[in-house]
């Protein structure tokens, strides 16, 4: 049978009282009592019912990690750092998945309100206003992914996505390359529509001829089927892809065509996840510092956390162009 808190202060020689506060470390506690009532928890094997201690304290010991899709290679490294912060702070992580649907988010962040957790981190960029409006309302600390402001209980984490486009056409006409497509995201997704626009304006100030966008789906299906249509015709010499799955989709479609990357095509990515060091060529791509976004997430709540007025700030992560084998001259061999 399931031991007690009861069972504990028998074993320990204390009260119920000095157990709890032991466990929850809201008194001061002699320290050989402590040890004592440790001891007993550890040789009962004594689990406390996290639910009934939110409750009784009125917050939870949890925080709310909100990710867009438990399957994109993107948000790993994000999530562990992330955890492994708030386990240092005494914290656990909550990690749920919209799967980029509404409703689902919106039952997400109910779900976490109803827990009574003190401080969200919502890292999708596709955020209904009346979850902001929700958690503000209720005091409970937020930050966002390119959410574009700050204020009371709002902190937001800032991907500096236009320098990353700028430095992948950058690269490419330092090549030599001058007929370059983009294939990019969902126009519903505001990280999408930044990486595109950063595309357009600068293919305009590089004064490359007009250059063709393709608003695709992030995926490698949607990115193959994107390049079947665009390959019937004359193929580009070069492709910016909006992520790094875009760009393996775009290469598996081009070996499927005949066309050689880099020798007959140029692919250049975006995110430098863990798989685009092992593509076939190796991945130019933009990395991303994704242990920065995670850590930024955990130090926003956690500043916010500790701000009686619950001021939010504004977290910047840069991007860098990392070189590999996607890319060369056109027409080089």
């Known amino acids: 049978m399931r031991s007690s808190i009861k069972d504990v202060a028998a074993r320990a020689g204390v009260s119920i009282a000095t157990v709890s506060h032991v466990l929850n470390g809201t008194r001061p506690i002699r320290p050989h009592t402590r040890q004592r009532v440790l001891m007993a928890v550890e040789e009962l094997g004594y689990a406390q019912n ?8 009125g917050k939870s010991t949890f925080l709310g990690l909100i990710i867009s899709d438990v399957r994109n290679p993107f948000f790993p490294e994000i999530t562990a750092v992330f955890q492994d912060e708030a386990l240092l702070h005494g914290m656990d992580a909550l990690v749920l998945n919209t ?4 409703e689902r988010m919106l039952n997400a962040v109910q779900r976490l309100v109803a827990l009574q957790v003190p401080g969200v981190a919502i890292l999708t960029s596709q955020i ?3 979850v902001i409006e929700m958690l503000a309302a209720r005091r409970i600390a937020a930050v966002y992914l ?3 402001r700050v204020g009371h ?12 486009i700028e430095e992948s056409l950058e690269y490419l006409t330092s090549l030599g390359h001058k007929e370059i497509t983009y294939i990019g995201g969902p126009p519903r997704l ?3 529509r ?7 304006d600068t293919a305009r100030r590089l004064d490359l001829a007009p250059s063709r966008t393709i608003d ?4 490698v299906k949607g990115a193959y089927a994107a390049c079947s249509e665009l390959f019937e015709g004359r193929a580009p010499t070069a492709i910016v892809a909006g992520n790094d799955l875009t760009a393996i989709g775009v290469l598996h479609r081009a070996y499927d065509a005949g066309l050689r990357v880099p020798e007959k095509l140029s692919v250049v990515g975006f995110d430098d996840i863990l798989f685009a060091e092992y593509t076939q060529p190796a991945l130019t791509t933009v990395a991303v510092a994704r242990n920065e976004i995670g850590k930024a997430a955990f130090d926003a709540l956690w500043a916010m956390m500790a701000d009686p007025e619950l001021k939010g700030q504004e977290f910047r992560v840069a991007t860098r162009l990392v070189v590999r084998q996607s890319a060369r001259p056109p027409g080089a061999q």
Request: hydrophobic residues 30%.
């Open 50 to 57: 996290q639910a009934a201690r939110n409750l009784a304290r």
């Open 99 to 102: 799967n980029y649907d509404s």
């Open 128 to 130: 209904d206003q009346s």
């Open 146 to 148: 390119d959410l574009g």
């Open 153 to 164: 209980s709002i902190s937001n984490i800032l991907v500096d996505y236009e320098r990353g």
């Open 190 to 192: 505001p990280s999408a």
């Open 194 to 200: 930044r990486r595109k626009q950063a595309f357009i």
């Open 216 to 219: 695709s789906d992030f995926t």
